[in-house]
């Protein structure tokens, strides 16, 4: 068993680079001191990037609910080697900016919708996809609307904030204006940061319907 890995991302979420040790290796799957990288967790995709010059292909939670870097090849690491960390930083800004929106997004999909069963979510750099249970499609014109409050509540330029529960501090909450929920993934500071979103429906299956959240810049 090994310590628990500090979650540097909670407090220092612009950060991407880091200097820590490593604690374990078990394959080409590595654990460290401190880290941030975010590991695939409430729909929110893994990060990606490097440990000095050996890539990082994903990050995920071990069974220990631990972070595990999932390295292309460990060459020649030792447990106990200092490294430099190096989060892909480009693709995690666009992950946080996509996270946000999507939160936003929900907020107006169940005020034009009603409230919708969400069933699951996925997030990555690209677009966010979340499924709710309806027996009907999506009216296009009720989504477009949902798109023309978010994208409104957007340019307001609106603080974003985050915190950990008092009691379980791995219990963590977003709120933006009167939106709070519960969310523990990486977000930016600002609605500013988001820009303008667009939606589409898609198709989830009997009984299922999803809605894709991506940025109109990206
Ligand atoms: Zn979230």
């Given at each position: 068993?090994?310590?628990?890995?500090?979650?540097?991302y909670?407090?220092?979420?612009?950060?991407?680079s880091?200097?820590?040790?490593?604690e374990?290796?078990?394959?080409?799957?590595?654990?460290?001191?401190?880290?941030?990288?975010?590991p695939?967790?409430g729909?929110?995709?893994?990060?990606?990037?490097?440990?000095?010059?050996?890539?990082?292909?994903?990050?995920?939670l071990?069974?220990?609910k631990?972070?595990?870097?999932?390295?292309?090849?460990?060459?020649?690491?030792?447990?106990?080697?200092e490294?430099?960390?190096?989060?892909?930083?480009?693709r995690?800004?666009?992950?946080m900016?996509?996270?946000?929106?999507s939160?936003i997004?929900?907020?107006?999909?169940?005020?034009?919708?009603g409230?919708?069963?969400?069933?699951?979510?996925?997030?990555?750099e690209?677009?966010?996809?979340?499924?709710?249970?309806?027996?009907?499609?999506?009216?296009?014109?009720?989504?477009?609307?949902?798109?023309?409050?978010?994208?409104?509540?957007?340019?307001?330029?609106?603080?974003?904030e985050?915190?950990?529960?008092e009691?379980?501090?791995?219990?963590?909450?977003?709120?933006?204006?009167?939106?709070?929920?519960?969310?523990?993934?990486?977000?930016?500071k600002?609605?500013?940061?988001i820009?303008?979103?667009?939606?589409?429906?898609?198709?989830?299956?009997?009984?299922r319907?999803?809605?894709?959240?991506?940025?109109?810049?990206?």
């Open positions: 068993m090994i310590n628990v890995t500090k979650r540097l909670v407090e220092d979420t612009y950060g991407n880091f200097s820590t040790r490593v374990k290796i078990d394959g080409n799957n590595v654990w460290l001191k401190e880290t941030l990288f975010y695939e967790s729909g929110q995709a893994g990060d990606t990037g490097s440990l000095n010059n050996l890539k990082v292909i994903d990050t995920q071990d069974s220990d631990n972070i595990c870097h999932v390295l292309e090849s460990v060459q020649n690491l030792k447990v106990g080697d490294v430099e960390g190096q989060i892909d930083w480009n995690r800004y666009k992950i900016r996509i996270h946000s929106a939160h997004m929900e907020h107006f999909l169940f005020e034009v919708f409230n919708l069963k969400l069933l699951g979510s996925h997030l990555n690209k677009h966010d996809k979340s499924t709710y249970e309806s027996d009907s499609k999506l009216d296009q014109d009720k989504l477009v609307e949902v798109e023309k409050r978010a994208n409104q509540f957007i340019a307001k330029n609106l603080p974003i985050t915190w950990s529960d009691k379980k501090s791995h219990f963590r909450y977003w709120k933006c204006g009167e939106i709070v929920m519960p969310c523990g993934g990486t977000h930016p600002n609605t500013s940061e820009g303008q979103i667009k939606l589409k429906r898609e198709t989830g299956g009997n009984g319907e999803k809605v894709k959240t991506s940025l109109v810049d990206l």
